[in-house]
């Protein structure tokens, strides 16, 4: 069981709180970890967000917010949706996390309203070397970090054949890195999940 400390009257996290700006992608990962293949486009509402997030730094705080998705950059919105998480308060800084293949043609803007932007490199299906090179310089002049990431293999995180197996599903649970050891609390719809999926 996670114990999580409390400084100034807050529950206080050294990791990030999730904010799924979209449920779709523009790739077909088999094995997304948020679904995104199987699951409808639908876009956060930063109104929404924002409400979410604010009520939330009442009592919690993180050490930064991660919008991702799906691919955030999809989102028509998004300049819109960081400005609004940013007046929050709820995390230290934005981390945008994109698969980057839409980060050279999107929302010119996001650039000066995040710290952080991580790029997941998949076989098959990254970004240029080229192109990478194009993203760290502009990352350089706009003082943002860029974090480009191999993800040579993926885990499997959802069936769509479940289980009603008590003691297979408390396994999964116990063993679930991504709720006990990354801790990739998720903000989504008025409702705080201690994992994405």
Sequence with gaps: MTI????NGKISTTTACEVN?????????????????????????PDIVERDLSTLAEVYSARYVKVLGGEPLLHPRLPDLLRRIGKTGVGGYIKLCTNGVLLDSRHPEL??????????????????NDVLDRLRNRAQRHGV?????????FRESFSTT?????????RIYRTCEI????QCHTVQDGYFYRCPQ
């Design 145 to 153: 970090r860029l974090k480009p990431v191999l993800v040579p293999v």
């Design 21 to 45: 700006a979209v449920q779709h992608c523009n790739l077909r990962c088999q094995s997304c970890s948020h679904l995104s293949p199987a699951l409808a486009p639908g876009f956060a509402d």
């Design 4 to 7: 999580y400390p409390i400084e």
């Design 111 to 128: 650039w000066d309203l995040v710290s952080e932007i991580e790029i997941s490199l998949y076989p098959g299906q990254s970004i240029s």
């Design 162 to 170: 479940g289980t009603s197996d008590g003691k297979l599903i408390e």
């Design 179 to 182: 709720i006990h050891r990354w």
